[in-house]
């Protein structure tokens, strides 16, 4: 039995090198994972969201950067879209075709919407897709698939927009099929990603005792524990004999259950530890 009837692949830089349409690294990870989902009958059908970004957010090999002083800046303007969409093809019609042609993939179970080019955008696209009848009946069971650093931002996006979906981390699929690929995901979080240094560590556990990555997008909680009771509030003096205990969880209840604690003495939620901690 498939454990959703739609996954929606979130699309990301691909590569042009004259006659030939490349998927960048992280790309292929999605891409790869994309294609056990079909394999490994995760879900029966793909919608790969992501139009033509080439000259509007990355030339033929590298990515702008808004952020950083010296490097290209994004440029979405008419112009740039309409040469985009003239001179190369979408992030979503590269990313089907390598799954068709590398992953042997049926096409007719791929569906690519090739108008988006931001996250927001893949959001607005696709729930107007989703609209369509009989093609959908607006029951179905969807998830999203990406990466760990995009789907931290991703997630909340979709859900914004009123879509109910879940969280597909590529990087579950992939050590869910092989594990020795754990190592190579680790290697990959060794540096930055999105602008943020990732618990290596902590991916490498979830992901060797099979568990989703989403565990590292819950919020904090914790509860303060002094000579053995608990206390909420601890007067000054006894701030020595305090001792604290953080963890992360969905919500106040997950929260109460990982700490071995009633509700109403759990504090939270704070989005990172460093605020948990100054509580």
């Keep these: 039995m498939y454990q959703y009837d739609l996954v929606i692949q979130l699309g990301s830089q691909v590569m042009y090198s004259p006659g030939e349409y490349k998927l960048a690294p992280h790309t292929q990870m999605r891409t790869l994972a994309s294609a056990l989902v079909i394999k490994r009958d995760i879900a029966p059908r793909l919608l790969i969201s992501g139009g033509s970004n080439f000259g509007v957010r990355y030339d033929d090999e590298k990515i702008f950067n808004a952020e950083h002083p010296t490097q290209k800046k994004p440029i979405f303007t008419f112009e740039a879209f309409a040469k985009s969409d003239w001179g190369r093809e979408s992030e979503a019609e590269v990313i089907r075709n390598a799954l068709v042609r590398d992953y042997v993939i049926k096409p007719e179970l791929i569906l690519a919407e ?54 597909l981390f590529a990087e579950n699929v992939l050590a869910d099929d092989d594990p ?56 000054p003096e006894e701030l020595e004999k305090t001792s604290t205990r953080f963890a992360q969880a969905r919500d106040r209840k997950e929260a109460a259950l990982k700490l071995h604690q009633e509700e109403t003495y759990i504090k939270g939620p704070f989005e990172t530890l460093e605020q948990a901690h100054k509580g």
């Design 180 to 235: 020795k690929r754990i190592e190579e995901i680790c290697t990959y979080y060794s540096t930055p990603k999105g602008g943020k240094q990732y618990d290596v560590e902590r991916i490498r556990q979830l992901l060797t005792d099979g568990k989703s990555l989403e565990e590292l997008l819950f919020p904090w909680w914790y509860v303060t524990v002094i000579d053995g009771h608990i206390c909420a509030d601890g007067e």
């Design 114 to 167: 090739t108008l988006s080019a931001t996250t927001e955008e893949n959001a607005e696209f696709v729930k107007i897709i989703l609209r369509r009848r009989p093609m959908f009946t607006g029951n179905e069971k969807l998830a999203i698939l990406t990466l760990l650093y995009h789907m931290e931002r991703a997630l909340p996006v979709f859900q914004k927009v009123g879509l109910n979906v879940e969280p």
